[in-house]
Each structure stands twice: as C-alpha cells, then as structure tokens.
C-alpha cells in the first residue's frame, strides 16, 4: 500500500488529453513539492515534472504538473502512442517513518 | 554528459551475499545525494535510502533498515548496494538516481540492475 494513491490505469485516444492524479496528506504532498516520471516498458524512470510545475530540459510542454492541497496532477496532451508507458508521483514525506515517497505508478494506455 | 553506470545483471542463490555499484560521471559525484529505488517484478518504485557521497551520510527508509547497507567510494565516485545474506523476495530490479536540487526529486537514473536469488 502506497502512502501516495494513484489510479492504476487510465486512457485515452491518441491527440486527447488525460489527467493523473496522485492524492496524499499534509505530511507529504501538502507540505512539499511533487515530482513526476515516467517510465517506459523495459526501461529505467525518467523525471518528468519537478517541484510541481517545472520541466527538465527536454521535457515537452505537453506534460504539466500542478499541485493544490494534498493532491497533485499530472496533464499530458496531445497524446502519443509513445507516451504509453507507467507514470509515478513521488515527494518528500516529514512524518517519523519514512523520507521520500513514490505513488503506486498508473499505466496509461493509448488506443 | 551526465550519467550513473549501474553493475551488470546477478544471479545469486538465497544465503549468499552481494554487492552492486553505481558509479556517476559528468558531475561533481561527492555533492548530490544518490538514492537507490527497488522494482520488483511487475510493481512499482520503493525508495530504499540516500547517500551523501561527499560525507557518506545515510539514511534509510524503515523498510529496507537492517536488510542492506548503502554506501560510497568518493575516490571512484561510487555508490554501492549490499547485501549480506540474500532472499528469493530480494529479487528485483534496483536503480540508483542522483537528487536533483534543493527538494526531494531524482533527475538522473541509472539503468538498473536485475537481482536474482533462485536456488
């Protein structure tokens, strides 16, 4: 069980646009920021969003990030069969039992 | 260009011991902090801990306290991932990452490294 809830899958047709949400507390994404990757079948996570709202270098402006309370959300639009892929949340935790943590990944598929 | 060069795959039987690195080029290694990430088969990101190479400060998430041991060779700019007596449960793929900046985000990723541990 995650301490971040994402949904496991979601989907959409190729040029749409999807949502991905990533829900916690005010231990962690209430109090910190939020970073998204994504990862690739066979391949190793790539950082996508950082401190909520900002791309890496590279990074498309068809993702974006926000973040409003204890959720966040990741947009992607204009949708690719190349996005297909597992996307992951994470961010610092401050509560006595752990530090960083990761959402449970959604699987995006693109019909 | 930065990269973080991960050992090559492990196939190890349960009981034994063993050691994977993960050695950073193309930046000051001893300055950023490297975490290493359990995937196993299938299931999503599990943060195991951090490093700070450049004075080896460690810590662990509660989880995986006692069961490996993180550390680092600034001198080879290294980071490295032990075990001590492995288990079939162990397998998995382990990825390292560089933090990125002043907040808690990964923004180089090594390959990965498959463990196995099958009698």
């Known amino acids: 069980q995650s301490v971040l809830t994402q949904p496991p899958s979601v989907s959409a047709a190729p040029g749409q646009k999807v949502t991905i949400s990533c829900s916690g507390s005010?231990?962690?994404?209430?109090?910190?920021?939020v970073s998204w990757y994504q990862q690739l079948p066979g391949t190793a996570p790539k950082l996508l969003i950082y401190d909520n709202n900002k791309r890496p270098s590279g990074i498309p402006d068809r993702f974006s990030g926000s973040k409003s309370g204890t959720s966040a959300t990741l947009g992607i639009t204009g949708l690719q069969t190349g996005d297909e892929a597992d996307y992951y949340c994470g961010t610092w935790d401050g509560s006595l039992t752990t530090d960083v943590v990761f959402g449970g990944g959604t699987k995006l598929t693109v019909l | 260009e930065m990269q973080l060069v991960q050992s090559g795959a492990e196939v190890k039987k349960p009981g034994e011991s063993l050691k994977i690195s993960c050695e950073g080029s193309g930046y000051s290694f001893t300055k950023y902090w490297i975490a290493w990430v359990r995937q196993m088969p299938g299931k999503g990101l599990e943060w195991m801990g951090v490093?700070?190479?450049?004075?080896?400060?460690?810590r662990y998430s509660p989880s995986f306290l006692g069961q490996v041991t993180i550390s680092a060779d600034k001198s080879t700019d290294t980071a490295y991932l032990q075990w001590r007596t492995l288990k079939a449960s162990d397998t998995a793929m382990y990825y390292c990452?560089?933090?990125?900046?002043?907040?808690?985000?990964?923004?180089?990723w090594g390959r990965g490294t498959l463990v196995t541990v099958s009698s």
């Open positions: 990452a560089k933090r990125g900046g002043s907040y808690w985000y990964f923004d180089l």
């Open positions: 005010s231990s962690n994404i209430g109090n910190n920021y």
């Open positions: 490093i700070f190479p450049g004075d080896s400060d460690i």
